[in-house]
């Protein structure tokens, strides 16, 4: 069974960071396609960013200051959040794609206060 544990969520002041990460219970070289999606209230769910075949995607709304990474040891798939603003509010999801199955994690709320 393929799980994905997100952790690093909180509440943070405008201007702030964090960090997120998403505990992978297999290889990240076995996810064909690993990121992070995010749900405001009200809204769809939509991508934050992305890594496939070595090729990193970004929204525009956080291009600049959002990075994503692997840390191939701990079986990872991080998000680094910098200067974040309230509309960055929402809860983050990890996801990956892995033999032809999508896995979801249970989420972690990011909470931005102006």
């Known amino acids: 069974q393929v799980r994905l544990v997100e952790s690093g969520g909180g509440s943070v002041q405008a201007g702030g960071s964090l960090f997120l990460s998403c505990a992978l219970s297999a290889s990240v070289f076995s996810f064909d396609d690993l990121a992070w999606y995010r749900q405001a209230p009200g809204k769809p769910r939509e991508l934050v960013a992305r890594?496939?075949?070595?090729?990193?995607t970004y929204a525009d709304s956080v291009k600049g200051r959002f990075s994503i990474s692997r840390e191939i040891a701990k079986k990872s798939l991080n998000l680094q959040m910098n200067t974040l603003k309230p509309e960055d509010t929402a809860v983050y999801y990890c996801y990956g794609r892995r033999s032809k199955s999508d896995y979801w994690g249970q989420g972690t709320q990011v909470t931005v206060s102006s």
């Open positions: 890594t496939r075949a070595g090729d990193l």
